[in-house]
T-cell receptor, first 113, second 114 residues
């Protein structure tokens, strides 16, 4: 158990819908990273937050957004969902914003029908 | 462009045999290197990391990796594989100029035969 929690574990929804994925980092970690894992793209970095502020952006679509709250939990919002958004979404946390190991949550499996 | 390459998509080894999984990277800045393992239906578990110092690093579950700057490689090794090592292995690289977000290789799937 990494100490990073993600809810829900599974999510099934329809095209055009909007969903919210939630992540709670390890106690004491200030950074949260979101990654997407799909069969064709592999593991891709989406976005990073550090202590409530957006820190870095990767291959995140405009339909996707995220935020980190004062209690440091983070939410990833996916809207206007398409079939291709079906993937495993991971959250990871680290103690700081610099070079540090990232601890991954169990992931949320999103299926868009 | 920054990239991480794991040349072997699948590897099969016999239980008790040695293992080496290859990882090559292309980065302008000094990279921070990681190996993660993912069992079916599970999240990613960190096996080991290299930030600086001794180029041979020890990790969990008996794994080790060697950083070779001249070859831009960070290969993962284990002297004797156990059936429970069957999983997907990912090499990942982070760098300051990309905010330390991890850039992952495509992964190597390890099958262990009796």
């Amino acid at each position: 158990d990494s100490g990073v929690t993600q809810t829900p574990k599974h999510l099934i929804t329809a095209t055009g819908q909007r969903v919210t994925l939630r992540c709670s980092p390890r106690s004491g970690d200030l950074s949260v990273y979101w990654y997407q894992q799909s069969l064709d793209q592999g593991l891709q970095f989406l976005i990073q937050y550090y202590n409530g502020e957006e820190r870095a952006k990767g291959n995140i679509l405009e339909r996707f957004s995220a935020q980190q709250f004062p209690d440091l939990h983070s939410e990833l919002n996916l809207s206007s969902l398409e079939l291709g958004d079906s993937a495993l979404y991971f959250c990871a946390s680290s103690v700081g914003a610099g070079a540090a190991e990232q601890f991954f949550g169990p992931g949320t499996r999103l299926t868009v029908l | 462009a920054q990239s991480v390459t794991q040349p072997d998509i699948h590897i099969t080894v016999s239980e008790g045999a040695s293992l080496e999984l290859r990882c090559n990277y292309s980065y302008g800045a000094t990279p921070y290197l990681f190996w993660y393992v993912q069992s079916p239906g599970q999240g990613l578990q960190l096996l080991l990391k290299y930030f600086s110092g001794d180029t041979l690093v020890q990790g969990i579950k008996g794994f080790e990796a060697e950083f070779k700057r001249s070859q831009s490689s960070f290969n993962l090794r284990k002297p004797s594989v156990h059936w429970s090592d069957a999983a997907e292995y990912f090499c990942a690289v982070g760098a300051q100029d990309s905010g330390y977000a991890l850039n992952f290789g495509k992964g190597t799937s390890l099958l262990v035969t009796p």
